[in-house]
């Protein structure tokens, strides 16, 4: 579905040639969503979105806002700002397309991925979570609804020795956006972004979370069906949610509440916790505990229970013991846990949900998406979708095919001496920093949109679709 493109040894060697590599690997990446774009909008417009990605990768993070005329800047020239900044706008505020678009390119890719897993004989897992964008100096931008901020309850937690313990009371909330995201993964290797959704309590676009939820699980069961298994953490857990997994026929991994009610095969119902309390693990293992840095030991075990309003329904309770924790996980799912080996599947596909709190910690941190200085929310959303093609572009970057490419951009233009950043297994942070130190030394060639039915130039790719061929060329003389 995607053209491929393999480097030749000289352009690992030079910047001009590594710099013209990576611009010609975004340009592939972007390819389908382009075509799309080139059926309805001008050419000017469609040459602004590899441009957009370029200057996100570059330039944009928490402090440097998604500020159109600081992007229209990067996407010309400073000397040209205005005209930038007027081609990012008429982008941005197109009637001829709408997010639908980035969705759709997101979900093909995802489409990709999961054929790969299947040809693998891999298992697929589909990462559920939700977050939120706070907005906490705005007031008059569209959409704002009210969002508990986890900014400020960093900053209300004791610090012995600098301030007093807090006093109890409720949450702070502030104005901001509610976000909802699902990655593809395998059992290892980077994820795939499914599908990424802002959305409001407030004003002509208020909906809530339940229906979104339901919205992206339709359309996920519609493309895979049983082929994947639905990881949720405890958010989604709860009555209403089970309603949806069990109307839908999907197979899913959830983390459960312990103090929620569950029923054994007999009826009889019980806080969670005390259907595990006194029960040996069936077996134990050694695992390297990322945020702790330190081996630990993890026992795990199983049995069938109910829940109290589907006393039909088989379900198995996976516990979860963590040497050093002071509560275990209970993971809820309908897939059979008769023995060891299936409850460490069970709880090794829950560790791998751990790849979208990176995404959200990530995308907020590293690309400035609390940031972007929209008013209107149509347009808020469509510059937020094409920013998050500039992570789903960093995470393509960490497929193995790429090693080498990974291996001379942060040995050239990322060192470190550190062993954690030298060991780091996804080093997107890094990575980024690379290909912007990249690109600043070396400035990526001017893009230009050509015609022509054969190659004319180095760097190139011909690629059908939409109603015309197009020939993407990177011209090796920015001049």
Not at 266 to 290: E, I, L, N
Not at 421 to 430: H, Q
Request: overall charge positive; charged content about 20%; glycine content about 6%.
């Amino acid at each position: 579905m995607y053209p491929q493109y393999t480097p030749p040894p000289a352009a690992l060697s030079t910047p001009a040639g590594l710099s013209a590599l990576m611009l010609q690997q975004l340009l592939v990446f972007l390819t389908p969503f382009l075509l799309v774009l080139d059926d309805v909008l001008d050419t000017r417009l469609v040459r602004t979105v590899p441009r957009l990605i370029v200057a996100i990768l570059r330039f944009r993070d928490r402090p440097n806002a998604l500020l159109l005329s600081e992007l229209g800047a990067f996407i010309l020239s400073p000397a040209q700002a205005p005209a930038g900044t007027k081609r990012l706008s008429n982008l941005l505020r197109s009637p001829n397309w709408q997010v639908s678009v980035v969705e759709r390119f997101l979900w093909q890719r995802a489409d990709t991925h999961l054929a790969t897993l299947e040809a693998q004989a891999a298992p697929a897992l589909v990462l559920w979570d939700g977050s939120h964008l706070e907005k906490p100096e705005s007031r008059q931008a569209a959409g704002l609804c009210p969002v508990r901020s986890s900014k400020a309850a960093r900053l209300r937690r004791h610090h012995p020795g600098f301030s007093a313990p807090p006093q109890p009371g409720p949450p702070i909330v502030v104005p901001g956006l509610h976000w909802l995201g699902i990655l593809l993964a395998g059992p290892s290797g980077p994820p795939t972004v499914a599908a990424l959704r802002w959305w409001t309590t407030r004003g002509e676009q208020a909906t809530s979370l339940r229906t979104v939820e339901e919205e992206l699980l339709r359309e996920c069961v519609q493309r895979w069906g049983r082929r994947v298994v639905q990881v949720y953490d405890r958010g989604f857990a709860g009555q209403p949610g089970l309603e949806v997994q069990r109307d839908l026929n999907t197979r899913f991994i959830g983390r459960w509440p312990k103090r929620y009610l569950l029923a054994d095969p007999t009826g009889q119902q019980r806080p969670t916790w005390q259907w595990t309390r006194g029960k040996r693990v069936w077996d134990s293992r050694a695992y390297w505990d990322v945020r702790q840095r330190r081996w630990i030991r993890v026992g795990v075990g199983a049995r069938e229970v109910r829940h109290p309003v589907y006393p039909d329904w088989p379900l198995w309770l996976v516990l979860a013991r963590r040497q050093g924790c002071k509560e275990p996980w209970y993971l809820l799912t309908n897939e059979p846990c008769p023995d060891a080996a299936s409850a460490w599947a069970v709880v090794e596909a829950y560790v791998r949900r751990w790849q979208i709190e990176q995404t959200w910690r990530y995308c907020k941190s590293g690309l400035g998406f609390e940031s972007p200085r929209l008013w209107s929310w149509e347009r808020r959303l469509k510059l937020l979708a094409l920013a998050s093609l500039a992570y789903a572009f960093l995470l393509s970057l960490l497929e193995e095919r790429w090693a080498e490419v990974r291996q001379a951009l942060l040995r050239q233009w990322c060192h470190r001496t550190g062993s954690r950043s030298r060991t780091t297994a996804a080093p997107l942070y890094r990575l980024r920093a690379a290909i912007s130190a990249l690109w600043a030394e070396e400035r990526p060639p001017p893009l230009e949109w050509e015609r022509p039915a054969a190659r004319a130039a180095p760097w190139c790719e011909v690629l059908s679709g939409g109603r015309s061929q197009l020939l993407l060329v990177l011209h090796p003389n920015p001049g």
